[in-house]
């Protein structure tokens, strides 16, 4: 990908003027606004978020595609300014606004890094946005800007582990396609059971999936380090994130406390969260109390190589991929992870079956053969790319003392 915004930006403009995955809901009647909203509150309220945080409150949403999530911040009591670049999406909002909204409101057809306010709000609402822009770190910089002293942050964005499986997916799929049309057939031929369960849990079509997950020129994962990173710099704390933040040192502390929200953590010192590697394979795991830092350290290193190498990848990317540093994550995990807190068996059978695709992809096969290969290798998995695929989308948010 040519990190230039402009192309970018008309790259995934193009994408979602075919199959726009941010839906419009025509039939939005009384019933089904209080089951989106009803929905909504119990998700907010897993982030530590209640009704009272939105009553009387400003907030912007820095793409807010067809509105159908901010409308729920409206009827909580906000009053929204909405960003968004698609046409199409925009004017869905506008309408969905108009015929629903109790608040006043504002919605600007613009690309938000083009977007200049020298207000402030109460809240600041980044969700799926920041991944699919030319500059991922600089896109959650200025929703940083935007938030008021002791307002908040709803980041929603991938990580590189938790969207590992789906980066490989498209791996394959730009591998033994050729085109657009291509990348649809194969993805409905090779992942049917990731296809159907996001249609499933997504209120998406099938179609809207894979333009979104495979088709999209641009999806680039950012790791929670690099966003505690960006809090840090804004004097922003994170105040909590949707079960991600599991650092092992708590673990083993005998004199664990709950950690003060309004304390900015210096993001200097080592990270030793388990979330990670759970995401990059979803597996189970258990606890027993051992120190194991320095073996955790290892892994981790050995794991952000594995992941790095289908971050951020399109149809142009050369594609190397290194059965070395996926081999190394196995000896890592297999040697010096002593201690039950993943399960150790689960994640080595699922490396394998990682290795298995590496070595089809880097053979020099024809597409077809590739694609007949890889094919009869995933009916045969137990483990890559059965379930959820990882994680689509973790949430973080942020609090800015």
């Known amino acids: 990908m040519i990190n230039k915004p402009n192309i970018t930006l008309k790259e995934l403009d193009k994408i979602y003027s075919i199959q726009n995955p941010s839906f419009f809901i025509n039939d939005l009647k009384k019933k089904k606004i209080d089951k989106l909203i009803n929905n909504r509150i119990n998700f907010l309220l897993k982030l530590k978020l209640t009704k009272k945080n939105f009553q009387n409150v400003d907030l912007l949403d820095l793409g807010c595609g067809s509105g159908q999530n901010t409308i729920v911040f409206d009827y909580l009591g906000a009053r929204c300014t909405m960003v968004e670049f698609n046409k199409n999406s925009y004017n869905n909002a506008r309408m969905l606004f108009k015929l629903y909204s109790k608040k006043k409101f504002k919605i600007i057809n613009k690309d938000l890094f083009k977007f200049k306010t020298r207000k402030k709000f109460d809240i600041v609402v980044s969700n799926g946005v920041a991944h699919h822009t030319y500059n991922v770190k600089k896109n959650i910089e200025l929703a940083c800007q935007y938030v008021k002293k002791n307002g908040f942050l709803i980041l929603g964005v991938c990580t590189p582990e938790g969207w590992f499986q789906r980066n490989l997916q498209r791996a394959i799929l730009f591998e033994v396609s050729s085109s657009t049309d291509e990348i649809i057939k194969n993805a409905k031929k090779l992942f049917p059971q990731h296809l159907s369960e996001s249609k499933k849990y997504g209120l998406r079509t099938v179609d809207e999936v894979i333009f979104d997950t495979y088709v999209n020129p641009k999806i680039n994962c950012i790791s929670f380090r690099d966003i505690k990173k960006i809090f840090y710099k804004n004097k922003i704390s994170n105040f909590t994130s949707l079960n991600y933040d599991k650092n092992i040192y708590d673990f083993i502390n005998p004199n664990y406390e ?144």
């Open 258 to 401: 709950q950690q003060k929200q309004s304390v900015i953590k210096d993001v200097s010192s080592k990270d030793y969260n388990l979330s990670p590697i759970h995401e990059f394979s979803i597996a189970n795991y258990s606890f027993k109390k051992k120190k194991l830092l320095k073996s955790y350290e290892q892994i981790s290193e050995s794991l952000n190589k594995v992941v790095a190498e289908v971050n951020n990848i399109d149809t142009k990317t050369k594609l190397n991929f290194s059965t070395k540093n996926l081999l190394n994550l196995a000896n890592k995990i297999n040697y010096g992870l002593k201690i039950d807190l993943i399960d150790t068996s689960y994640v080595l059978n699922f490396i394998k079956e990682i290795n298995k695709i590496y070595k089809i992809l880097s053979s020099k096969a024809s597409k077809n053969i590739k694609f007949i290969r890889i094919q009869k290798t995933l009916r045969a998995n137990k483990n890559l790319f059965n379930g959820t695929c990882g994680v689509g989308m973790n949430y973080f948010v942020g609090y800015k003392k």
